[in-house]
């Protein structure tokens, strides 16, 4: 039935599938191993890569709590100017101001007048803290220390 040459080519047959099989199989083996170290590395990675992404979070956190703890100083420090003496006037004075820069732009002939002599009054007060002209000879009258504050004529 069988002959051994059949018997023979079956058994190199079979010897050579398994060996391609073995073969085969160490192959995956070893691409099994490659892998598992890629994976490993890749986990390596991605927990390094979480702890610093934590270690940035915390630290916006930080900053966070920190930026609002200013804006709430800053904010009660504000409302402690607001009602600071005087306060209330400058803003009253702020306020007269913008009207006035309003009604001065809308009036024919004061506006321009009025905003010329507001210019000259600004370079004085300028040039009295420069140090250019002497304040007190703006605030005194002349006549405050035994002088006339007018002239006489001489015909009087």
């Known amino acids: 039935m069988f002959d051994t040459f059949d018997l023979q080519s079956l058994f190199f047959g079979l010897l050579a599938g398994l060996g391609v099989a073995l073969f085969i199989q160490i192959k ?36 966070i709590e920190r930026l ?12 402690a100017l607001m009602n600071k003496p005087g306060r209330q006037e400058m ?3 702020h306020a007269f101001q913008l009207a006035i820069d309003k009604l ?9 007048a009025w905003q ?27 006549g405050l220390f035994g002088g006339n504050t007018y002239e006489l004529d001489e015909g009087e």
């Open 116 to 142: 010329d002599a507001f210019k000259d009054a600004k370079e004085e007060v300028k040039s009295i803290e420069e140090g250019d002209q002497s304040f007190m000879k703006k605030v005194l009258p002349k």
């Open 28 to 63: 995956s083996w070893v691409k099994l191993g490659s892998q598992k170290k890629e994976i490993k590395r890749l986990k390596s990675h991605l927990h390094d890569k979480m702890e610093i992404d934590a270690e940035a979070i915390n630290n916006k956190k930080g900053e």
């Open 91 to 93: 803003m009253t004075y």
């Open 68 to 79: 609002k703890r200013e804006n709430e100083n800053l904010r009660v420090t504000n409302k």
């Open 104 to 112: 001065n732009s809308n009036m024919m002939g004061f506006g321009p």
